[in-house]
């Protein structure tokens, strides 16, 4: 480690997000430090999560993504930025890097006391895939990718655009194509958009895709991309859609390249392996951002997390490293969030899919509730699930979707995780009420309470991706809705005991099968539940998101594999 105002020579590699903070944060610690940043590209300190928004003109002019320009840097912060000057190798002995200028090809070489490797990631092309470098192909990584998409968008000629990838990138700028006034295709080769969301919750944003006209296609493999269009695999035989333009948004890969030839240690994610203080196997280099894997400290694995908030965080924490600060690492859970048109939808933590597959002890509960109060003229419901373990009841992680603040409950999420807090903390968490803003029991607050049911054996339920099998095996049923809700739209062979008739009307539910107890959301239903059970009922099981959250969950599924509904009539309201 370097002391504080000590003259050092600083190099950065890689002039965006994580490069640009380290760079920064170095020089407001050592005032004689002196930081030279290469960026290979024409742009430092641009918005990467904001590029797709261009294509729709939210953002409207391309110049308002770059953030800070290299006379800036010098102006501000006395850092020298050299932009079109690409790192091709590093002499760890000699501690100098030689840098190639992309427009000369003149090479140089520049030395350094700590050296900070940034170069980010690449969007994933498969080398197999045919096509790929036809001119109406396109990736979205920089300033420059994203106006020349534009450019070509704009073209009367381009009307129908096919987007490969499910990802954020995938889903922001089929968002964002739409919106311009495209025909958008989005195909995934899994069965379901953004990985990090669960099967169950994703769904909502699958029908939010379709709703808004855009053709998704599940279960897709991209062959080949032609003069007639793109074809692919699906269901097992071949099919092509026409397409004027292609937008390749499959994922990214680590750069590696400069760091593996150097004799870096490459982790067994792809990505440059790191220790606490962020410095590779080489104690004078560090390495942040995107071409890095970090520590999972739920999962207890290494693994690779692309998100820009991480990367400042790294960042910040190896320039304190190089001048002498060292902070404690406690690795990173994940938060995200993104709106997928009229749905705002965040995740924090790992969902009940990686907690099964890293061999947790996991289980979760959903749940519908209001924004905020229901008198308000912009309410909204929210599905929320809550993932926890069993029996410590320690919060692994959520998810949230929904027209309103779904974000700010995430938040709280995080913040619960990062504290190892348990469902029976966030139980007991204080949070901000009025009813423009919130409920008096926020959904976080609900969402904890259901899963203490849930713990302590309160509460017996199935999930809604179980409802099918128990319609089609004949379960017996009970929608204790009332019966105006019940007649316009109900599960197949449900049966109707509302619960304001429930007393009145018990002894119609059997005691010697399991019976299966629904509503709107779940809340009724529950209620249902502690009445029957004071009455001796032992054989009840409670449908988790009950009829709303079976709708959302079917709704998709039924469209587009064209199965019969176990529901007569959907319900989303």
Same mark, same amino acid.
């Not at 061999?359 to 309410?379: E, N, Q």
């Not at 959904?443 to 203490?452: E, F």
């Not at 509503?519 to 009922?537: E, F, K, P, T």
């Given at each position: 480690?370097?002391?504080? $105002?000590? @003259?050092?020579?600083?190099?950065?590699?890689?002039g965006?997000?994580?490069?640009?903070?380290?760079?920064? *944060?170095?020089?407001?610690?050592?005032?004689?430090? !002196?930081?030279?940043?290469?960026?290979?590209?024409? !742009?430092?300190?641009?918005?990467?999560?904001?590029?797709p928004y261009y294509l729709s003109g939210t953002v409207e002019d391309s110049e308002d993504l770059i953030m800070m320009t290299p006379t800036a840097f010098r102006k501000k912060h006395d850092i020298d930025v050299r932009v079109h000057s690409e790192v091709v190798s590093i002499d760890r002995? @000699?501690?100098?890097?030689?840098?190639?200028?992309?427009?000369?090809?003149?090479?140089y070489e520049q030395p350094y006391d700590k050296l900070v490797l940034s170069p980010g990631a690449n969007p994933i092309v498969p080398p197999a895939l045919k096509g790929a470098d036809r001119e109406n192909v396109f990736t979205i990584r920089n300033v420059r990718d994203i106006v020349a998409l534009k450019t070509f968008l704009d073209k009367p000629e381009t009307k129908r655009v096919f987007v490969v990838g499910g990802g954020f990138i995938g889903i922001e700028a089929a968002e964002n194509l739409q919106l311009a006034g495209k025909d958008v295709t989005l195909a995934e080769l899994s069965g379901q958009i953004l990985q990090p969301f669960d099967e169950d919750m994703v769904q909502i944003l699958h029908k939010e895709l379709d709703d808004h006209g855009v053709k998704l296609l599940l279960h897709t493999n991209v062959q080949a991309i032609t003069e007639q269009g793109v074809t692919v695999e699906r269901n097992g035989a071949q099919e092509t859609y026409s397409a004027d333009a292609v937008v390749l948004a499959i994922g990214v890969f680590p750069e590696t390249k400069l760091a593996a030839a150097a004799g870096l240690e490459i982790g067994k994610t792809g990505a440059i392996h790191v220790n606490e203080n962020y410095q590779t196997n080489d104690p004078d280099i560090y390495a942040v951002g995107d071409a890095i894997e970090v520590y999972d400290p739920q999962t207890h694995v290494w693994r690779k997390l692309a998100l820009a908030g991480p990367a400042q965080f790294e960042a910040r924490a190896a320039a304190d490293h190089i001048c002498g600060i060292t902070s404690p690492n406690h690795g990173f859970a994940g938060a995200l969030c993104l709106r997928v048109f009229g749905q705002n939808a965040a995740a924090v933590g790992i969902s009940e899919a990686l907690a099964a597959r890293s061999g947790l002890h996991a289980d979760s509960v959903l749940i519908f509730p209001g924004d905020k109060v229901g008198i308000m003229p912009d309410w909204h419901y929210m599905s929320l699930k809550l993932i926890f373990e069993r029996p410590t009841g320690l919060i692994l992680g959520a998810q949230a979707i929904g027209e309103g603040d779904v974000v700010g409950r995430m938040n709280v999420i995080a913040a619960m995780i990062r504290m190892h807090a348990t469902v029976y903390d966030? @139980? !007991?968490?204080?949070?901000c009420y009025s009813p423009v803003y919130s409920t008096a029991k926020d959904p976080v607050n609900?969402?904890? +309470?259901?899963?203490? $049911?849930?713990?302590?054996?309160?509460?017996?339920?199935?999930?809604?991706?179980?409802?099918?099998?128990?319609?089609?095996?004949?379960?017996?049923?009970?929608?204790v809705r009332e019966e105006g809700e019940y007649a316009e739209g109900h599960l197949?062979?449900?049966?109707?005991?509302?619960?304001?008739? +429930? *007393?009145? *009307?018990?002894?119609?539910i059997p005691k010697d099968v399991p019976v299966y107890l629904h509503c709107r959301s779940s809340q009724r239903s529950y209620y249902a539940l502690c009445c029957l059970r004071g009455h001796g #009922?032992?054989?009840?099981?409670?449908?988790?998101?009950?009829?709303?959250?079976?709708?959302? #969950?079917? #709704?998709?599924? !039924? @469209?587009?594999?064209g199965r019969k509904p176990i529901v007569t009539a959907y319900n989303f309201d």
């Amino acid at each position: 480690m370097a002391a504080q $105002n000590e @003259k050092l020579r600083v190099v950065v590699v890689g002039g965006v997000a994580g490069g640009a903070s380290a760079a920064a *944060r170095v020089k407001r610690l050592n005032e004689n430090a !002196d930081v030279v940043v290469f960026e290979k590209g024409s !742009d430092v300190s641009f918005s990467n999560c904001g590029l797709p928004y261009y294509l729709s003109g939210t953002v409207e002019d391309s110049e308002d993504l770059i953030m800070m320009t290299p006379t800036a840097f010098r102006k501000k912060h006395d850092i020298d930025v050299r932009v079109h000057s690409e790192v091709v190798s590093i002499d760890r002995e @000699k501690k100098t890097v030689t840098v190639r200028s992309t427009e000369t090809g003149e090479t140089y070489e520049q030395p350094y006391d700590k050296l900070v490797l940034s170069p980010g990631a690449n969007p994933i092309v498969p080398p197999a895939l045919k096509g790929a470098d036809r001119e109406n192909v396109f990736t979205i990584r920089n300033v420059r990718d994203i106006v020349a998409l534009k450019t070509f968008l704009d073209k009367p000629e381009t009307k129908r655009v096919f987007v490969v990838g499910g990802g954020f990138i995938g889903i922001e700028a089929a968002e964002n194509l739409q919106l311009a006034g495209k025909d958008v295709t989005l195909a995934e080769l899994s069965g379901q958009i953004l990985q990090p969301f669960d099967e169950d919750m994703v769904q909502i944003l699958h029908k939010e895709l379709d709703d808004h006209g855009v053709k998704l296609l599940l279960h897709t493999n991209v062959q080949a991309i032609t003069e007639q269009g793109v074809t692919v695999e699906r269901n097992g035989a071949q099919e092509t859609y026409s397409a004027d333009a292609v937008v390749l948004a499959i994922g990214v890969f680590p750069e590696t390249k400069l760091a593996a030839a150097a004799g870096l240690e490459i982790g067994k994610t792809g990505a440059i392996h790191v220790n606490e203080n962020y410095q590779t196997n080489d104690p004078d280099i560090y390495a942040v951002g995107d071409a890095i894997e970090v520590y999972d400290p739920q999962t207890h694995v290494w693994r690779k997390l692309a998100l820009a908030g991480p990367a400042q965080f790294e960042a910040r924490a190896a320039a304190d490293h190089i001048c002498g600060i060292t902070s404690p690492n406690h690795g990173f859970a994940g938060a995200l969030c993104l709106r997928v048109f009229g749905q705002n939808a965040a995740a924090v933590g790992i969902s009940e899919a990686l907690a099964a597959r890293s061999g947790l002890h996991a289980d979760s509960v959903l749940i519908f509730p209001g924004d905020k109060v229901g008198i308000m003229p912009d309410w909204h419901y929210m599905s929320l699930k809550l993932i926890f373990e069993r029996p410590t009841g320690l919060i692994l992680g959520a998810q949230a979707i929904g027209e309103g603040d779904v974000v700010g409950r995430m938040n709280v999420i995080a913040a619960m995780i990062r504290m190892h807090a348990t469902v029976y903390d966030l @139980k !007991d968490m204080t949070l901000c009420y009025s009813p423009v803003y919130s409920t008096a029991k926020d959904p976080v607050n609900q969402a904890a +309470l259901v899963a203490i $049911n849930v713990l302590e054996g309160q509460l017996r339920q199935v999930h809604v991706s179980e409802a099918r099998s128990l319609v089609e095996s004949g379960a017996y049923i009970v929608d204790v809705r009332e019966e105006g809700e019940y007649a316009e739209g109900h599960l197949v062979g449900s049966h109707n005991i509302p619960l304001t008739q +429930l *007393r009145a *009307r018990m002894e119609e539910i059997p005691k010697d099968v399991p019976v299966y107890l629904h509503c709107r959301s779940s809340q009724r239903s529950y209620y249902a539940l502690c009445c029957l059970r004071g009455h001796g #009922y032992h054989n009840l099981t409670n449908i988790s998101g009950s009829f709303l959250g079976i709708s959302l #969950y079917e #709704y998709f599924h !039924d @469209k587009s594999e064209g199965r019969k509904p176990i529901v007569t009539a959907y319900n989303f309201d």
